[in-house]
């Protein structure tokens, strides 16, 4: 069975023309607000933000070199290595080192048996120098004892020759006077000799004794030079070991196996790519809200994602102040030229398994100068 349809309505030109308005209306509307957004951002984040592509991955790589000279007998690492501080590099020939240090150490073994043998002197001197003291008291003693003996002989002389004059005495005692008179005042000339001898030798002997320590001094300075000796032949021979002063990998390995290697020769680099940090310069009129501890977000070009840090600090100059020959605007035609200053950024911890940041890497760096610009509106 058959049921006829009936026709659509026509659409009106009238109907057409509010469809097309109410589109227009809606899509400016949605414009509007766009640009409200847009307006609204920029208002509240984006007038804080400062951005430069002229920033750069670094890192304070180290050119490493022998600080002795000799042969190379080993080269422990290769190119692009990751060493940890403290690990061997190159090993250079150290057969002449060690050597010396048993040269060193002989000579140092025979200052010290030298030294030895002259605190021995002294020793003895000492000892010497007691005795011959017991030896002064002695001798002062008996010339004290013979003084007395003269001095009572010279007594016994006076009356018997006073007795021999009133016949007192017979002649043959005042002899026996005379006699114990004369014997007496040479045994004190005797004790005077001897006692200006004793003191004689003691002075000698304080003589040596004040040699001897000039001469322990001499041999403890010769000590002193040979314990140096020592060291310095200790320190060359572990030198002959060049190891890695830090974390880091391996670059620019020019160093090869029997080369000669002279002190402060670069052998290699080590790069601590795990310190690297953001070198961003940044134009004179972006730094007036710029300040350490501001927050940075780093786009790297290698990896088009976006790394976070922290501003450090601001270089005290611009680029053309330390350069090799700074601009000299005193003279001639003059043209400005907007500055820029290096800042560095110190960047956030990363997860494992992030990949590593190396120096010279280009970036893109946006700094958030909000928590500055709000401190220096208040």
């Known amino acids: 069975m058959n049921q006829a349809v009936s026709p659509e309505p026509p659409v009106t030109q009238a109907t057409e023309r509010v469809r097309v308005m109410t589109l227009r209306r809606a899509l400016g509307a949605a414009g509007t607000l766009a640009v409200l957004g847009v307006a609204l951002y920029v208002w509240h984040s984006g007038r804080f933000n400062e951005q430069t592509d002229d920033a750069y991955v670094r890192a304070d790589w180290a050119p490493i070199s022998a600080r002795v000279g000799g042969y190379v007998a080993q080269v422990s690492v290769a190119d692009n290595a990751v060493v940890k501080a403290g690990d061997l590099l190159v090993q250079l020939d150290d057969r002449d080192y060690r050597q010396q240090v048993r040269q060193a150490r002989a000579a140092l073994a025979a200052s010290t048996a030298s030294v030895q043998a002259q605190q021995a002197v002294l020793v003895t001197l000492a000892a010497q120098l007691e005795g011959q003291g017991q030896a002064i008291a002695r001798a002062a003693a008996e010339r004290e004892a013979g003084g007395a003996e003269a001095r009572r002989a010279e007594l016994d002389w006076q009356r018997y020759r006073q007795l021999i004059g009133m016949n007192a005495v017979s002649a043959q005692r005042a002899e026996r006077a005379s006699t114990t008179r004369t014997q007496a005042q040479a045994t004190l000339k005797g004790a005077d000799a001897g006692w200006a001898m004793q003191r004689a030798r003691h002075q000698v ?174």
């Not at 001094?217 to 060291?231: C, D, G, I, S, Y």
């Not at 290697?261 to 134009?283: M, T």
């Not at 030229?337 to 800042?343: C, T």
């Open 205 to 378: 002997l304080a003589s040596q004794q004040r040699e001897a320590r000039a001469e322990l001094v001499r041999r403890e300075a010769e000590l002193e030079q040979a314990e140096a000796a020592l060291a310095l032949a200790e320190n060359a021979l572990a030198d002959t070991q060049v190891r890695a002063p830090f974390d880091g990998v391996v670059g620019q390995r020019k160093v090869r196996v029997q080369q000669y290697v002279s002190p402060g020769l670069p052998l290699l680099a080590v790069v601590p790519v795990e310190q690297a940090y953001v070198v961003a310069n940044f134009k004179e009129t972006q730094l007036e809200h710029m300040r350490p501890g501001q927050r940075a977000t780093l786009e790297v070009d290698t990896f088009g994602r976006h790394w976070q840090g922290t501003v450090d600090s601001v270089s005290p100059g611009s680029g053309a102040v330390f350069a090799l020959l700074p601009p000299d605007n005193a003279t001639g035609n003059f043209t400005k030229i907007v500055q820029r200053f290096a800042v560095r950024i110190h960047l956030d911890p990363v997860e494992p398994g992030t990949p590593r940041l190396l120096p010279g890497m280009s970036v893109i760096a946006t700094i958030d100068t909000r928590t500055a610009q709000v401190r220096d509106e208040h």
